[in-house]
């Protein structure tokens, strides 16, 4: 939720922390800060309410020398955004700074123990009371900086990914995690820091995905040394990184949300690559090959997941409950981990998740593993908490997704669970061979159409216009477009701030409906299925009312275009895979609206793109 970047090394920090900090913008724009020991051995702290542009400004005239620091892009959970809540915090006595992400539940009890102690507090932070304590027991027990921290995290609860520099030390950082992401990149006599390796790709691939309980001690000229809370010494596993720099930048786009909805041809296609074969015959997810003897015999599958990763979800139900005859659940992860559900001897479970940090997501996979259910993972960003605490699974990989609004990660994970449905149906017989060649086919083909869909972007920004002043939406789908209709209704509200409702066409009736009049925008998905018959009824009904109704119909449809005002065609499709294509209209249909409206697309108010606390 916040970002966190750490330099060490031999050139200037300052402009490597700050390329970093733009990089992890997307986790958190709030409020921005610096720390560094300079050349001359001050401990100069610099942060500023706003955007990292702000920190920049504000510290354009200040001391920025120096080969170490720490820097922080905030999202606020305790205190307001503003100066003086932003990280970095000093402790009492400004030797040490530190940074965090995460969440300290005890850090009302921490904070009044240490002001009966005559320790006085600078911000509403929780993070605050950690280096105060950390300094605190420096000074007690006189020990080192590593020593109080295990110490200080002993007597922590919550989350937190943290970096500390001192005064002092001009030569090293302590960075410890629990529960939330940390990476140390390893150069050629220098070290980095991030809570993921965006800000770290361009200098080194070789990196350190700290686990939880794990303290990094980043010493200049030393290797790099990991101990436990505990002090035991663990040996650090050293990776590759297959991500390259251009896939960090626009590229030409205004927008990395303009990008990312570009890129979906060529992500799809990387996601499939590999895994159906040239000729569309077979389709093979090693993942689900690999436990066949799980799938094969679960009794059922439970989903869970979080906002767009939920709405994949649903169009995961309606695919393996098509397709392979077992019953599937879907369920909110923030309610999952709450409400002890039932998992019984037998159950899959499967996590999506974009970033494969999201906190309430990573915590119901925590609950499943402790109940004894097999866990799989279906995440994008490689090597991240919640790929790594599954059992198996599958990368959607589709890159980078640094705008906030999901798009390209939405159309991969649908992807994934369209190859995880259709293996299966093989492997259990539960789908006949012609079907499945189509199906496959089908799905190879969706890159191309989704192509054709993006040819016809210059309607859907003038079409845009004419709805930027609307207060609200409604989206309407059925079966496979219902999950479409919900989550264009996510897409728009987010971006535009637009207030936007999805629903199934049929429940309108139900309740509503009421809202419908002249000035009420219904996007209707209408492609040419099995209900279709039934969504052209409930058009009319919103019709009968006065609604403008902008429908999302398969290429030469004539019977809805001769009902709704304003239609966008997306090409003919296999059944299951509608909302692949329905959904990209809807993104740029809500791009459009939110750029008209003068929204920050990329960094919408209130939003971060990895929620990594509760
Ligand atoms: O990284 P995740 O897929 O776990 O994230 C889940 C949601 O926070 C995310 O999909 C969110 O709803 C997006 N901003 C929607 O565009």
Redesign the pocket.
Known sequence: MCGIVGYLGGRDAYPVLIKGLHRLEYRGYDSAGIAMVSASGELNLYKSKGKVADLERFAESKDISGTIGIAHTRWATHGEPNDLNAHPHYSQSKNLALIHNGIIENYSVLRLELESKGFRFRSSTDTEVIVYLIEYIMQTNGVDLCTAVQLALHQVVGAYAIALVAKDNPDQIIAARKSSPLVVGIGEGEYFLASDATPIVEYTDKVVYLNDGEIAVIRRDAPLKIVDLDNVEITPEVKRLAMNLSQLEKGGYPHFMLKEIYEQPQTLYNCIRGRINVEGTNVVLSGVIDNRDKFLHASRIIIV??????HAALIGEHLIEDLCRIPVEVEYASEFRYRNPVICPGDIVIA???????AD?LAAVELAKSRGAFIYGIC?VVGSS?ARATDSGSYIHVGPEIG????K??TGQVTVLSMLALTLARLKGTIGEDKFVRMVQGLQAIPDKIKEVLDHADAIADLSKIFTYAHNFIYLGRGYNYPAALEGA??LK?ISYIHAEGYPAAEMKHGPIALIDAEMPVVAIATTDSIYEKTISNIQEIKARRGKVIAIVTEGDSVVRSIADYCIEVPRVEEPFAPLVASVPLQLLAYYIAVHKGRDVDQPRN?A???TVE
């Open positions: 997941a979080c906002g767009t990763s939920w999506i998740s974009q970033s494969g940090e999201t997501t994008n919640i906030v609004a999901s798009t990660a939405f996510l897409k987010e939003l793109k990895s929620v």
